[in-house]
Nanobody, 124 residues
């Protein structure tokens, strides 16, 4: 059973920094992608940053230059370093992990997993 454990959400003043972490366990096949989404009150969930198995990264335009996504060497933990936080960054941040591979029977396996979310509040 796959488990995603998120941490790092907190209350921070504008201009401050936070680092979110998400550790995945129970993965059998390959993690082909990891990412962070966020959902603010009354808004749709949006992709903030993502990193693929070959370390290609992708960012929401509004966080470029302020946020950095990275992984540990084992590629089972993903981080989101958030600097120069703004009021509009306030949201619940969710970790997302994509697992895929081929079974011994030759069947393709692909699954998407979500963390429970961690609250980031930017307020003065």
């Amino acid at each position: 059973q796959v488990s995603l454990v998120e941490s790092g959400g907190d209350l921070v003043q504008p201009g401050g920094s936070l680092r979110l972490s998400c550790a995945a366990s129970g993965i059998i096949f390959e993690i082909v992608g990891m990412g962070w989404y966020r959902q603010a009150p009354g808004k749709q969930r949006e992709l903030v940053a993502a990193i693929t198995s070959d370390s290609t990264t992708n960012y929401l335009d509004s966080v470029k230059g302020r946020f950095t996504i990275s992984r540990d060497n084992a590629k089972t933990t993903v981080y989101l370093q958030m600097n120069n936080l703004k009021l509009e960054d306030t949201a619940v941040y969710y970790c997302n992990v994509n697992e895929s591979g081929w079974t011994k029977n030759g069947k393709y396996f692909g699954e998407d997993y979500w963390g429970k979310g961690t609250l980031v509040t930017v307020s003065s």
